[in-house]
C-alpha cells in the first residue's frame, strides 16, 4: 500500500490525478504537492475540492494517474484513517444522540478504550470549548457549535493529519476567528499538519501564506499566498453581512478607509459590503461589531471576485 | 466563545486499525435500541402475548416431554411471526435513513470501516434486539417445559431444544435483511418502517387472493412461509402442495436479495464506485 518515490516532507501528493463520475468531470489531471504544515485549498464550489478530500480518504476510488497520502495510496487503505481525521463540510453529528455518544463512538471506531476515551473527550472538548454542551442532543446545536463538535471528532483520535472540509462554512464573525485561531493552534502547538478548504481566499489567508487553487477539477496555482492576494487586491471584494442592528455597523464601516461601499439588499437585516482590503476588513470586524452593539449572524463573501482571478490564471 | 488556553495532551494511545470495527456499530446500534420506547413496548408486548401465556400453560399442564408439536403450535400460530415482524420493522428503519438524512455515512467511513463492516454492525445491532423475542424466549420456554416434564426421555426434548433454537434464529435473521433495505430507500425512517410492515402486509393480501386459483402461491407470504418452514423443522413434512426446493428459494430470496439491494444502494449512492 505504501507509494514509492514521495518525500518525507511531502504529506499529499496527487500525479495527473482524474476523477470523473459518468459525464461529470470531478479532477482533471490534478498535479498538486502539499507539505508539512497548513495547506488551504481555495476554490470556488463545484471546482472539486471535495473530491479532492474524498480521494485523501479514501472514500472514492480515482479513474486516472495516482495519489499518495503520507506515503501510502489511500484507496481501499482503511488503516491510513488511523492517520487522518476528517471533518466533512456538511452537517454531518447523529441528530438524535448527544455529543458525548457522538464521540464516544467516533472514539471506539478508533479502537480507543473506555478510560482512555473518556478522557479523551474531556480534553477535546476543552479544547474546542463544547464540554457544557457535551451532554445535549447535536440535533439541537447551532452551526458554530456543529463545526466545533465535528472538529472534535475528528481531533478525537489525535491524527498526524486534519482534513478540514469549509469549516467556517456558515459560522458568525466571533465563532470563525475561534476556528481559525483554533485551527492555527492545532498546528502550532500541538503538530498537526492541517488541509482546510474554503472558497474564500481571505479565510483562508487568515491561517495560511500555503495555498492551492482549485478550479474546475484542476490545480491551477499553488504556493505562497502573497501573489494572488495582490490579484486579488485589485478588485473590490464583496461580502454579505446579515444580522439585527446593522445599521449601525455599516455607519461604523463606512468610516474606514477600506471600505469602498456598503448597500443593503432586501431589507436592513442584510447587507453587501464593497471593501479593497479584505484583510484589514476581516481583522477590524469583531471590534466594530461589539462597537456597534450589533448582532451579526450570517457572514460570506460572494464568489463573483475569486471567480475572476480563477478566470485570470486559467487564461480566460 | 472564545477558545481560552487549557492545558491540552495529545492521545498517545494506540491507533491501529481494528478487525472487528463493527462490532463498535452493532454496540452503538443495540444500546440506542434499547432505550428507544418503540422498541420496549413492542418487546414487553410481544413477551406477554406471544411467550408469557405459553410459558404459563406449560408450568401448569403436566406433560412428559417436550413437543415439537407444542413448540411448533406455540411459534407458527402467526403472532410469533407477527410481532418478529413488527419489532424488525420498528428496529430497522432508521439504521440506514438516519444515516442517510444525516450525512453520517462519512463518520463511519473516514474511520478504517468499510461497507460490509458498517453494514455486519448495523445488522448485528438489529440482529441483537429481535432474539429477545425471537430466538431467547422459545429458547427459554423450551428449558424451563424440560426442567418440568414428568417423563426422562431428555435426549428427545434436547432435539426439540435444538430445533427451537434453530427456528428462534430463522426468525431472528429473517426480516432484518428486508427492514436495512427499505432504510436504505428512504431518508426517513417513519417511511422505512411502515414500507417494511406494508410489503410484508401486502405479499400476505396477494398470497391470499391467488391461493384461491392455486395454494402454492401461500409460500409468498413471509408468514404463510415461516409458518410452513416450522413444520418442515419440527415435523419433518411439508403441506402437499408446498415444495421443499421453492420454499427454500423464496425464504432464502427474501434474506439474500434485500441483503444485496441495500450493500450496492450504500457503495453507489454514498460511497461512489
Known amino acids: 500500500m505504501t507509494a514509492r518515490g514521495y518525500s518525507a516532507d511531502v504529506i499529499i501528493q496527487a500525479r495527473a490525478l482524474s476523477k470523473w463520475y459518468g459525464q461529470v468531470i470531478g479532477l482533471n489531471n490534478f498535479d498538486l504537492e502539499i507539505k508539512r504544515g497548513i495547506t488551504g485549498i481555495v476554490g470556488p464550489n463545484g471546482s472539486g475540492k471535495s473530491t479532492f478530500f474524498k480521494l485523501i480518504l479514501g472514500l472514492i476510488k480515482h479513474n486516472a494517474g495516482d495519489i499518495a497520502v503520507l506515503g501510502e495510496r489511500p484507496w481501499g487503505n482503511a488503516s491510513l484513517h488511523a492517520s487522518i481525521g476528517f471533518c466533512p463540510d456538511y452537517e454531518s453529528l447523529p441528530a438524535d444522540s448527544t455529543g458525548r455518544e457522538y464521540l464516544s463512538l467516533v472514539g471506539r471506531l478508533h479502537a480507543m478504550n473506555s478510560t482512555a476515551l473518556a478522557k479523551r473527550i474531556k480534553e477535546v472538548v476543552e479544547l474546542v470549548e463544547m464540554g457544557k454542551a457535551l451532554d445535549r442532543k447535536t440535533g439541537g446545536y447551532s452551526k458554530g457549535m456543529k463545526q466545533r463538535m465535528k472538529i472534535a471528532g475528528a481531533l478525537l483520535h489525535d491524527p498526524r493529519l486534519l482534513i478540514l472540509d469549509e469549516p467556517l462554512s456558515g459560522t458568525d464573525p466571533l465563532v470563525r476567528k475561534d476556528i481559525i485561531d483554533l485551527i492555527k493552534k492545532l498546528n502550532r502547538e500541538h503538530g498537526h499538519d492541517i488541509v482546510v478548504s474554503s472558497h474564500v481566499l481571505f479565510e483562508i489567508e487568515r491561517m495560511t501564506h500555503d495555498i492551492a487553487l482549485i478550479y474546475k477539477g484542476r490545480a491551477v496555482a499553488s504556493g505562497d499566498i502573497s501573489a494572488i492576494r495582490d490579484l486579488m487586491n485589485k478588485h473590490p471584494h464583496n461580502i454579505i453581512v446579515e444580522g439585527k442592528g446593522v445599521t449601525a455597523l455599516a455607519k461604523m464601516l463606512l468610516e474606514q478607509d477600506y471600505i469602498v461601499s456598503v448597500a443593503y439588499n432586501n431589507d436592513r437585516d442584510s447587507m453587501t459590503v464593497q471593501v479593497s482590503r479584505p484583510d484589514d476588513f476581516f481583522s477590524n470586524l469583531p471590534n466594530l461589531v461589539d462597537q456597534s452593539q450589533c448582532s451579526v449572524t450570517k457572514m460570506y463573501s460572494l464568489d463573483d471576485n475569486l471567480e475572476a482571478i480563477f478566470k485570470y490564471l486559467v487564461g480566460r | ?273
Open chain 2, 1 to 273: 466563545m472564545g477558545i481560552s488556553p487549557i492545558e491540552y495532551r495529545p492521545w498517545k494511545g494506540q491507533r491501529t486499525a481494528q478487525t472487528l470495527r463493527f462490532y463498535v456499530v452493532a454496540r452503538n446500534v443495540l444500546m440506542h435500541k434499547l432505550r428507544s420506547k418503540g422498541v420496549i413496548v413492542i418487546l414487553v408486548l410481544g413477551f406477554l402475548l406471544v411467550h408469557a401465556i405459553s410459558l404459563i400453560m406449560i408450568v401448569l399442564l403436566s406433560h412428559e416431554r417436550l413437543e415439537g408439536d407444542d413448540m411448533n403450535s406455540y411459534l407458527g400460530g402467526g403472532m410469533f411471526a407477527t410481532f418478529a415482524m413488527l419489532l424488525a420493522a420498528v428496529v430497522t428503519s432508521d439504521l440506514v435513513s438516519e444515516d442517510l438524512s444525516n450525512n453520517s455515512f462519512v463518520l463511519y467511513f473516514s474511520r478504517a470501516l468499510r461497507i460490509r463492516d458498517y453494514l455486519a454492525g448495523k445488522a448485528g445491532g438489529a440482529l441483537a434486539v429481535m432474539s429477545f423475542l425471537c430466538l431467547f424466549p422459545p429458547i427459554a420456554l423450551a428449558v424451563v417445559s424440560m426442567a418440568t416434564q414428568t417423563g426422562d426421555d431428555y435426549l428427545y426434548s434436547a432435539g426439540v431444544l435444538g430445533k427451537t433454537a434453530l427456528v428462534g434464529l430463522l426468525v431472528t435473521v429473517f426480516f432484518v435483511p428486508f427492514g436495512l433495505m427499505m432504510s436504505s430507500l428512504t431518508k426517513r425512517k417513519s417511511y422505512a418502517a411502515i414500507g417494511t410492515f406494508m410489503s410484508f402486509f401486502v405479499l400476505t393480501l396477494v398470497a391470499e387472493i391467488f391461493s384461491e386459483f392455486a395454494e402454492e402461491w401461500r409460500m409468498i407470504s413471509p408468514l404463510e412461509s415461516l409458518s410452513f418452514l416450522f413444520d418442515w423443522i419440527y415435523e419433518g413434512s411439508l403441506p402437499y402442495f408446498v415444495d421443499g426446493g421453492a420454499l427454500t428459494l423464496i425464504l432464502t430470496s427474501f434474506v439474500i436479495a434485500p441483503a444485496v439491494v441495500v450493500y450496492i444502494r450504500i457503495q453507489r449512492q454514498e460511497v461512489g464506485k
